[in-house]
Each structure stands twice: as C-alpha cells, then as structure tokens.
C-alpha cells in the first residue's frame, strides 16, 4: 500500500500547477474506438494511471491499482489507465492480461497530461 500512497502524492503533486486545461473528448477513447469523457466521473476522484505496454513498472503497478479499486469499490474514485500506444496493442494487451481496470487510449502526446 506504501506504493499506491507514493502515487497518489505524485498525482496531487503533478495536478498542483496554476495552469488549467480542459480535456478535449475527441482526444480519449475507450477500447472500441468511441469517444470517451472523463466529465463522465464528476464528482469523484480520478486516478489516472499513464502507462505503455512495454514499461515494467507500469505493468507492475497494474496489480496495486486492482487492489486500490476494490478497496475504494464503494467510494468515488475511479482508476483509469491511460495509453497512447496504437489500439490493437492496447487490446492484445489488455485481452491477454485482463486486469480489472478501466482502459482508455489518448490520441495524442502523453504531455497533454504533463507526463
């Protein structure tokens, strides 16, 4: 659990710039291609976890989060994990893996999220 509270203070640390930005929908998608809205989750916490399917700690740190979200299954907090790496390796990826986490892909450049 130390793990995830490194997380999260990393996550609150990051999201502490002056600087404001919409997210613009047209950028995420979910795992069919449609567009996906993080306004979808108003009024909860979100924990957006960047990750590639070729980083090792973030395929790590998948079964942390798992446990997290059973843990917050009653609370407002969402995870979401967020790639930008072609769709079909997300798919394959998440086919052969099946985490229990909710999976979206950015059309984009990870530093839209300052990442």
Do not use: H
């Not at 930008?84 to 985490?99: A, C, P």
């Amino acid at each position: 659990m130390n793990y995830l509270n490194f997380l999260l203070i990393l996550f609150f640390i990051s999201c502490s710039t002056n600087e404001k930005k919409s997210i613009n929908n047209s950028l995420l998608v979910d795992l069919q291609g449609n567009e996906f809205s993080l306004n979808s989750y108003k009024g909860n916490v979100i924990i957006l976890n960047i990750w590639a399917t070729w980083c090792k700690p973030c395929i790590a740190e998948f079964e942390s989060l798992e446990k997290a979200k059973e843990k917050f299954d009653n609370k407002n907090i969402k995870i979401v994990a967020v790639s930008n790496e072609n769709l079909d390796l997300i798919l394959n990826f998440v086919e052969k893996r099946q985490f229990n986490i909710e999976f979206i892909k950015l059309n984009g450049d990870l530093s839209y999220f300052n990442a």
